[in-house]
């Protein structure tokens, strides 16, 4: 296994973060719109639950 200088390593990891996209701003937009439609159907069906006292 060959040593790589950190700064050659740095520009690699840059180079493949400028080639990858809008990926990781579109999983995180995914998860929190899920997340939130979750919380809203559980907020909303909370309130059709029904106590048999």
């Known amino acids: 296994m060959e ?8 520009a690699q990891a840059t180079d493949a973060a400028q080639q990858q996209g809008s990926g990781n701003l579109l999983r995180v937009v995914l998860i929190v719109m899920v997340l939130g439609c979750a919380l809203t159907a559980w907020f909303l069906l909370r ?3 029904r106590k048999d006292d």
């Open 3 to 10: 040593h790589t200088p950190a700064a050659a390593w740095i």
């Open 47 to 49: 309130g059709y639950k």
